[in-house]
């Protein structure tokens, strides 16, 4: 093993050197990072590099997802998780398309009225701080149904540089100094001795993670019992009830990721493969994607009053149908197909003028006859074979619950709070759910997530997602509809401005700086309200695109400390 750490070493090397060298134009279009056959995508250097070096020893995308995934818990432990869930699509290179679930479940004890006070009112925070907000992680599950089903190198070839990572410290970032400013306060009111993180660390120093080091080590010898039975389980276990909370032993044993259909659709001559339920992302994007379809957007103007008035419109009616259809398929029935049939979506934009916003209180979900009944990570990565994969990875809030396991090294979610926990109140998001999304032990809490691939003309031609709660799912949408619509290169796709509309609260979110006061006024004229001072970021997308000679174009998104990788 030892053996490998100098090799991998020189492939860093390689790959800062292409990195650095690379200025690229096709076509007049000033591109991002374009590497000839493979790339990694995501929110950290370390972890971009890592992923790229398993795809130069040969490995393929579902190996480098596998060690990028844990590596992101080393590097960007914001948002990186082996206490926190996703999920992934992927397209392999004959086509086949489909995806994997590995979301948190709500604890056995979990209760339907569990964060509500005795007048039935929700009590502030504990869906979302502390060891009450948790559910029962997926990422390891996960990974090792991937490695089961497609992995080509071993397991312990994907986890080593990881703890290799670990043990040798990861330099923090300016921005990430400002981020564990802001959110120290919490880590002390939440744990009971002080954690690693809980320090006045700035940029240029170099944290080492020992402890998550020796978890990595554990996951690497005994596969997923490593993190879900023996010595790890019984830290998480005994730390959790120490401070509080109800995961049992039981709960971690019975955790199973699952493979799923995606949701698959096509807008004009691109085919869309994307995360189904639990996760919204998919149907969510297939009904903006439809309610678009019958306009010839690319000649309104890339972020001009007539395409984000309409994006806007479709974007309200598909977040009412989420807040009242969708949930975890395991525990509820989902009229997927006519969710997403072009007729349904179609008909609930009958109702849209180019006079006058419509007012969401104005909308519900739509009737379907028979119908019974601040942190998240993205990844994208394509290898030389043609495979790629697009993951989601999530604590859920920035740093999750807080709670950080300090013997095993690792931060748990708050997902949680991804639940309605009473019909109508707002979540962290603002987002609304109903009977759908009830608490119920051992169900997966409703998701935004959605990592997605895309085809032209049956061939690979994105990966791409973002972090960002809600926002997600229109960040992936304009995303692609600025590589598509409106031609740009994949990181100018990324880097353009961004806006967002979630039916409730009625407004529509635009990116600071990113939109003039003459567009503004005339979106206020027609009755939309608007947010720009507020807004927090809209999505941070990490995409990669397959340029028309083959090659691949990295977009890695400048509002964070993203980077694209690759050979
Ligand atoms: O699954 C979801 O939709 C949320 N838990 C995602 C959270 C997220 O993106 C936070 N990042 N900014």
Known sequence: MKKLIPIITLIFLFVQCKENSTKNTQNNKILGFVADSA?????????????????????????????????????????????????????????????????????LAASKNMYLDENGDVIKGKSTLGSMAIGIPGTVDGLFKVHEKFGTLPISELIQPVIDLANKGVIVTKKQEDRLAKYRHFFSEVNDTQIILDAEWKEGDTIKYLNLAKTLERIRDNGRDGFYKGKTAEMLVNYVQKIGGIITKKDLDNYEAKWRTPIEFTYKDLKITSMSPPSSGGICDAQIFKALEPYDIST?????????????????????????????????????????????????????????????????????????????????????????????????????????????????????????SKPGEPNMFGLI????????????????????????????FMAVGSPGGSTIITSVMQTI????????????????????????????????????????????????????????????????????????????????DDKAAGF
């Open 39 to 107: 790339m990694v995508v995501s929110a950290r250097e370390e972890a971009s590099k890592i992923g790229v070096a398993i795809l130069q020893k040969g490995g393929n995308a579902f190996d480098a997802m596998v060690a990028t995934e844990l590596a992101l818990c080393v590097a960007y432990p914001f948002a990186g998780n082996i206490g926190g869930g996703g999920f992934m699509v992927y397209r392999t290179n004959d086509g086949k398309t489909g995806a994997l679930d590995y979301r948190e479940k709500a604890p």
């Open 300 to 420: 309104y103007g890339h972020n001009s009053v007539k395409s984000i008035q309409l994006i806007a419109e479709a974007e309200r009616r598909a977040f009412a149908d989420r807040s009242f259809y969708l949930g975890d398929p395991d525990f509820v029935q989902i009229p997927i197909d006519t969710l997403i049939s072009a007729s349904y979506v179609q008909k609930r934009m009958e109702d849209f003028s180019w006079d006058k916003a419509t007012l969401s209180s104005s909308i519900s979900h739509g009737n379907i006859a028979g119908y019974e009944s601040d942190e998240t990570t993205h990844y994208s990565i394509i290898d030389s074979y043609g495979n790629a994969i697009s993951a989601t990875t999530t604590l859920n809030g920035a740093y999750g619950s807080k709670v950080y396991v300090s013997e095993g090294g690792f931060m748990l979610n708050n997902e949680m709070d991804d639940f309605s």
């Open 433 to 460: 759910g109903a009977e759908a999304n009830s608490i119920e032990p051992g169900k997966r809490m409703l998701s935004s997530m959605t990592p997605t691939i895309v085809e032209k003309n049956n061939k690979l």
């Open 481 to 560: 509809l600025n590589v598509y619509e409106f031609n740009f290169g994949m990181q100018e796709a990324v880097d353009a401005p961004r806006f967002h509309h979630q039916w409730l609260p009625d407004v529509v979110t635009l990116e600071p700086k990113g939109f003039d006061s003459i567009l503004v006024e005339k979106l206020k004229a027609k009755g939309y309200k608007i947010n720009q001072e507020n807004s927090r970021i809209l999505g941070k997308v990490d995409a990669i695109l397959v340029l028309p000679n083959g090659q691949l174009e990295g977009g890695a998104d400048y509002r964070g």
